[in-house]
C-alpha cells in the first residue's frame, strides 16, 4: 500500500501538471490554436513526440509478451523501430500540408466524403488507443495498490486528471506537460530495472535459471520470427501517416526541422526505453518463477515488490510517472479527435459559426471521445489484445494515403474502396469458416497461415495483416482506373504544398492553402511515368535518413550485446 511519503508525492504531481495545462489555456482564442498551434522548438517536440507516443499501457505489453515469450517480446514496441527513419522524410511533408487535422490532408488530395470517412476511422483509432492506455496503466497500479483497489477506479480517476487540463488548454497545455511528463516517462522507464535485475542476479543469473534459449533471443522462430517483424514493421508503416495525433508531431514546430527532429528523435529515445520494459519483464520470468501471475499485471508487481522497500515515496514516483506516460498520450489523442470532429464533421455541416462556439464544440466532442475510451477499457479482454487491435486499425486509411500521396490516378472511389475492402478483410479473415479453409490450403502448415490462439484457432497475425494490406490496395488501384479521375487544379494544388518548404512566418489563411505571396516550387520527381509522383531526395533528407538507420542499427546491437 501507499505510504504517507507516496501520496505528499502524487499530490504534488497532480497539482502541478493540472495547473501548468490550465495555465496553457489562456494562450488558446480559437479552434486553430486549439489543435494545432505551430510554435514549439526542437526539445518541445522532442518530448511532445515522445510523451505522446509513449505510455504506460507499453511497457505492460512489452513485459506481458517478454514474460511469456522472451526477449522477442519486444518487438510488441519495437515494430516501429524500422519505419522510424522514414519519419524524417514523412515529416517536413506532412508540416507543408500546413493542415489542422489529418482530414484536411484527405479533403485538398480527394474531397469532402473522405475526409469524413477518415474522420470517423480517425475517432475509432483515437478511442481504441484511449481505451488501451487506460486498461494497461490501470492494471499497473491496481497490481501495486493491491486486490483492494477497483481498477474501475483507477481508469476512472486518470480520465478526470488527463481531461481537465486537456480540454481547457489543447494542444499547447498537451505539448508543455508533455515535456514535464516525457522525462518523468524515462524514469518510470528505468526506476525499477536496476532493483529487478539485483534481485535476479543480473543477466548472468537470468541466462543461468532460464533453460529455453529462446527466450534469450531477440527472434523466435516459433512466434516472434524475421517474418513477423517484417510484415508489422511494414503494417506500421502504413499506418503511421494515419493516426491522427500523428499530425501533430510534425506540424506543432515552428519550422521542418523541428517536425523531423522531434518525430525521429523523439521516437528513438522511446526505443531505448522500450528495453528497460523488456529486460524487466525477462527479469520478472525468474522472480516469479512457480507462481501463478497474470501478464498484464508483471510490471505493477515488480513495482510493487521492490520500491517501497529501498526509499519512502519511491513508489509515489514511480506511480506519477506512470500516469505522466499515458496522459501525456490521452490528451493528445482527446485533442486531435475532437479536431477531426469539429473540423472535417461539424464545420462543412454547420458553417458560419463563431470560432468560440466552434472550440466548445471541439472541447464537448472530446468529452465523447475519452467517454467511448472509457467504455472500450472496462470491454478490453487485455493489454496485448487491445494492442493488437489498434494495428490492425490503424493503416485501415493508410492504403489510401499512400496511394493519393504517390500516385496522381487515385480517385475519390478508389480511396472509399481500398478503405472499406481492407476493413472486410480484416473481419473476414476473423471468421471460423476462414479459418478452416486457410488450414486445410497446401503448404498451410509450413508457412503457418493458421496457430493456436487465445479462443482457438487463428490466422497468424502476419499473414492476416499481408491480407488486408492486400485487398486494400489491389482494390484501390483497380477501382481507381475505372472511375471518375480526381480534377487537375485539385490535384495541382495539392502536390504543390508537399514540395513547397515551410517559410518563416508564414500567415496561413487556411488548412492546406499556401499563403499569400508563397508561389509553388518547381517539381523535381525521381519518377513521374505513370501518374506516379515520387519525389527526388534532397540532401538533408538523404544524410538524415542514413543516420536513422545507424541509429536503428546501434539500437539492436546494443540489445543484442545485453542479451548476449
Known amino acids: 500500500m501507499l505510504q504517507t511519503a507516496d501520496i505528499i508525492v502524487l499530490v504534488l504531481y497532480f497539482a502541478g501538471i493540472t495547473a501548468l495545462g490550465v495555465f496553457m489555456a489562456r494562450h488558446v482564442k480559437?479552434?486553430?490554436?486549439?489543435?494545432?498551434?505551430?510554435?514549439?522548438?526542437?526539445?518541445?517536440?522532442?518530448?511532445?513526440?515522445?510523451?505522446?507516443?509513449?505510455?504506460?499501457?507499453?511497457?505492460?505489453?512489452?513485459?506481458?509478451?517478454?514474460?511469456?515469450?522472451?526477449?522477442?517480446?519486444?518487438?510488441?514496441?519495437?515494430?516501429?523501430?524500422?519505419?522510424?527513419?522514414?519519419?524524417?522524410?514523412?515529416?517536413?511533408?506532412?508540416?507543408?500540408?500546413?493542415?489542422?487535422?489529418?482530414?484536411?490532408?484527405?479533403?485538398?488530395?480527394?474531397?469532402?466524403?473522405?475526409?469524413?470517412?477518415?474522420?470517423?476511422?480517425?475517432?475509432?483509432?483515437?478511442?481504441?488507443?484511449?481505451?488501451?492506455?487506460?486498461?494497461?496503466?490501470?492494471?499497473?497500479?491496481?497490481?501495486?495498490?493491491?486486490?483492494?483497489?477497483?481498477?474501475?477506479?483507477?481508469?476512472?480517476?486518470?480520465?478526470?486528471?488527463?481531461?481537465?487540463?486537456?480540454?481547457?488548454?489543447?494542444?499547447?497545455?498537451?505539448?508543455?506537460?508533455?515535456?514535464?511528463?516525457?522525462?518523468?516517462?524515462?524514469?518510470?522507464?528505468?526506476?525499477?530495472?536496476?532493483?529487478?535485475?539485483?534481485?535476479?542476479?543480473?543477466?548472468?543469473?537470468?541466462?543461468?535459471?532460464?533453460?529455453?534459449?529462446?527466450?534469450?533471443?531477440?527472434?523466435?522462430?516459433?512466434?516472434?520470427?524475421?517474418?513477423?517483424?517484417?510484415?508489422?514493421?511494414?503494417?506500421?508503416?502504413?499506418?503511421?501517416?494515419?493516426?491522427?495525433?500523428?499530425?501533430?508531431?510534425?506540424?506543432?514546430?515552428?519550422?521542418?526541422?523541428?517536425?523531423?527532429?522531434?518525430?525521429?528523435?523523439?521516437?528513438?529515445?522511446?526505443?531505448?526505453?522500450?528495453?528497460?520494459?523488456?529486460?524487466?519483464?525477462?527479469?520478472?520470468v525468474v522472480y516469479f518463477v512457480g507462481k501463478d501471475v497474470h501478464p498484464d499485471q508483471v510490471y505493477g508487481m515488480m513495482a510493487g515488490e521492490f520500491l517501497p522497500k529501498i526509499l519512502p515515496g519511491l513508489l509515489g514516483v514511480f506511480i506519477a510517472a506512470l500516469l505522466a506516460s499515458v496522459m501525456s498520450s490521452c490528451d493528445s489523442f482527446m485533442i486531435a479527435s475532437s479536431g477531426l470532429f469539429t473540423e472535417n464533421i461539424y464545420r462543412p455541416l454547420k458553417s458560419g459559426k463563431s470560432e468560440r462556439h466552434y472550440l466548445w464544440v471541439a472541447r464537448g466532442v472530446s468529452l465523447l471521445v475519452v467517454f467511448a475510451g472509457v467504455v472500450y477499457a472496462f470491454w478490453l479482454p487485455d493489454v496485448v489484445q487491445g494492442i493488437e487491435i489498434f494495428w490492425k486499425l490503424a493503416p485501415m486509411m493508410g492504403i489510401a494515403f499512400w496511394l493519393g500521396l504517390f500516385w496522381r490516378r487515385a480517385t475519390v472511389a478508389g480511396a472509399w474502396a481500398a478503405t472499406l475492402t481492407a476493413f472486410a478483410a480484416w473481419w473476414i479473415s476473423s471468421r471460423v469458416v476462414f479459418v478452416d479453409m486457410a488450414a486445410g490450403l497446401p503448404l498451410a502448415e509450413s508457412l503457418r497461415f493458421v496457430v493456436s490462439g487465445a479462443e482457438g484457432p487463428e490466422i497468424y497475425l502476419p499473414w492476416q495483416m499481408i491480407f488486408y494490406l492486400t485487398a486494400g490496395l489491389v482494390t484501390g488501384v483497380v477501382v481507381s482506373l475505372f472511375t471518375k479521375k480526381v480534377g487537375p487544379e485539385k490535384l495541382e494544388d495539392f502536390y504543390a504544398l508537399t514540395r513547397t518548404p515551410i517559410q518563416p512566418g508564414e500567415e496561413l489563411k487556411g488548412p492546406c492553402r499556401l499563403p499569400d505571396g508563397v508561389a509553388p516550387a518547381p517539381a523535381n520527381n525521381l519518377i513521374s511515368r505513370w501518374g506516379l509522383e515520387i519525389p527526388r531526395p534532397s540532401r538533408t533528407a538523404t544524410i538524415g535518413f542514413l543516420v536513422g538507420w545507424a541509429f536503428v542499427a546501434a539500437i539492436i546491437y546494443a540489445m543484442f550485446l545485453i542479451a548476449g
Open 30 to 284: 480559437g479552434l486553430a490554436e486549439f489543435i494545432m498551434p505551430r510554435r514549439f522548438g526542437k526539445a518541445m517536440m522532442i518530448m511532445h513526440t515522445f510523451g505522446t507516443g509513449t505510455h504506460s499501457d507499453q511497457a505492460v505489453g512489452v513485459a506481458a509478451k517478454t514474460y511469456t515469450n522472451g526477449l522477442s517480446g519486444i518487438w510488441y514496441q519495437w515494430l516501429w523501430l524500422f519505419p522510424t527513419p522514414f519519419y524524417w522524410l514523412i515529416a517536413p511533408v506532412m508540416r507543408r500540408f500546413r493542415a489542422n487535422t489529418t482530414s484536411d490532408i484527405f479533403q485538398a488530395r480527394y474531397g469532402t466524403s473522405v475526409a469524413m470517412l477518415f474522420a470517423v476511422v480517425g475517432m475509432m483509432q483515437l478511442a481504441t488507443n484511449i481505451g488501451t492506455m487506460l486498461r494497461g496503466s490501470g492494471e499497473v497500479i491496481s497490481a501495486v495498490l493491491g486486490e483492494g483497489v477497483s481498477l474501475e477506479l483507477v481508469i476512472l480517476a486518470m480520465t478526470v486528471l488527463f481531461v481537465v487540463y486537456g480540454v481547457a488548454g489543447g494542444l499547447s497545455a498537451a505539448i508543455v506537460t508533455d515535456f514535464v511528463q516525457g522525462l518523468l516517462t524515462i524514469v518510470f522507464s528505468f526506476l525499477l530495472l536496476p532493483f529487478a535485475l539485483q534481485a535476479v542476479g543480473g543477466m548472468a543469473g537470468i541466462k543461468k535459471a532460464v533453460s529455453d534459449p529462446e527466450m534469450l533471443s531477440l527472434v523466435a522462430p516459433s512466434d516472434i520470427g524475421f517474418f513477423y517483424i517484417l510484415v508489422i514493421a511494414v503494417n506500421a508503416l502504413v499506418g503511421w501517416v494515419t493516426q491522427p495525433h500523428n499530425l501533430g508531431l510534425c506540424a506543432a514546430g515552428k519550422t521542418e526541422m523541428e517536425g523531423r527532429l522531434g518525430t525521429m528523435g523523439g521516437s528513438f529515445v522511446k526505443r531505448v526505453c522500450t528495453i528497460a520494459w523488456s529486460l524487466t519483464g525477462l527479469a520478472a
